[in-house]
């Protein structure tokens, strides 16, 4: 798998127009840091996103809604430094853009030059439409998100499936039309009903990455630590757990504890070696500066 993803090409806004163009399926996940990221280029993932997700996945808050721009830049910048081949997308957090168009500019420039993302994330319809085009104007791809957007939970009755009724699902439509008129070049659907999303896909000319949206998005998108089984949060109901990583890796370092507090590690096999005449000649000289009898010569004597 690892030699199959190293020889997909780079993914460019061009080539995931014309996977929708040709009917390919379109694999987005999360990646928060490094590693992360060098784990989604070796899959051969065709987009990464730096989710503001990571408030909760990886920095402990309760949700998106405190990340800063500090936080997600560093995340974002250490993601660029393990992908080559994936678009990268970062999510702009909470109060970073909403403002006005130059706030909004401001931060997605931010972004771009501190951590060289392909392309910047924002969430809603209504005035985030407005936003989008005046950072798409300002030379900036922008990815919108419609549906249930976390970082207005709290105004949308929670974490709940939005588009529920007819009404509903045309106020969504409506969002999502008004970001593909802003220019913005793929849009996000989550925990949208599939009857809905369905309606809408044919009337949509931009890829379409579903999360909760079923099956027949252009795309999906899951967060690295929901699909790997690692994060101990609630799991939404779109989650397929590819992996249970997270008791593994708890029995991995209660192991080495273990191993530490009976000392079982390290063996002699995990150290360096120093040769024989050199091991002696510092105990003679450490004994010299203490003003002691080398350690080495008091055991012969002994």
């Known amino acids: 798998m690892a030699a199959a993803a190293a020889s997909r090409p780079r993914t460019t ?8 163009a040709n009917g390919e399926p379109i694999a987005m996940v999360t990646a928060y840091d490094y590693p ?51 678009l990268l997308v970062a999510d702009l957090p909470f109060g970073s853009y909403e403002g006005s168009d130059e ?23 209504g005035s985030s439409a407005d936003r989008a085009r005046a950072i798409i104007a300002a030379g900036i791809p922008v990815m919108g998100h419609v549906g249930l957007t976390p970082q207005t939970a ?10 529920r009724t007819a009404d509903e699902a045309i106020a969504v439509f409506d969002d999502a039309l008004a970001l593909q008129a802003a220019g913005c070049f793929s849009i996000v659907f989550e925990a949208i009903p599939t009857a809905a999303t369905d309606a ?18 252009d795309g999906q998108v899951l967060v690295f630590h929901d699909l790997l089984g ?7 109901r779109f989650v397929k757990r590819y992996a249970e990583l997270r008791e593994p890796m708890i029995e991995a370092v209660a192991a080495y504890a273990d ?5 079982r590690y390290p063996e002699p096999r995990h150290g360096y070696a120093m040769a024989a005449a050199e091991a002696s000649r510092l ?16 055991r012969e004597r002994a």
């Open 13 to 20: 806004f061009a080539s995931l127009a014309a996977q929708k």
């Open 36 to 86: 992360s990221a060098q784990i989604a280029e070796a899959a051969g993932v065709d987009i990464v996103l730096v989710g503001d997700s990571a408030a909760m996945t990886v920095l402990g808050y309760d949700s998106t809604v405190p990340v800063t721009i500090e936080e997600m830049l560093m995340l974002t910048a250490a993601v660029r430094r393990g992908l080559a081949t994936p």
């Open 103 to 125: 706030q909004a500019v401001a931060t997605a420039q931010r972004f771009v030059k501190t951590t060289g993302c392909d392309a910047v994330k924002i969430e809603r319809g």
């Open 154 to 163: 709290a105004t949308l009755g929670g974490y709940r499936m939005q588009g």
């Open 200 to 217: 809408m896909m044919p009337r949509l000319d931009v890829p379409v990455i579903g999360i909760g949206a079923g099956p027949n998005t």
């Open 230 to 236: 690692i994060y101990d949060g609630r799991a939404a």
């Open 259 to 263: 191993d530490v507090r009976e000392h």
């Open 283 to 298: 105990e003679a000289l450490l004994a010299e500066r203490d003003g002691r009898p080398p350690i080495g010569i008091v």
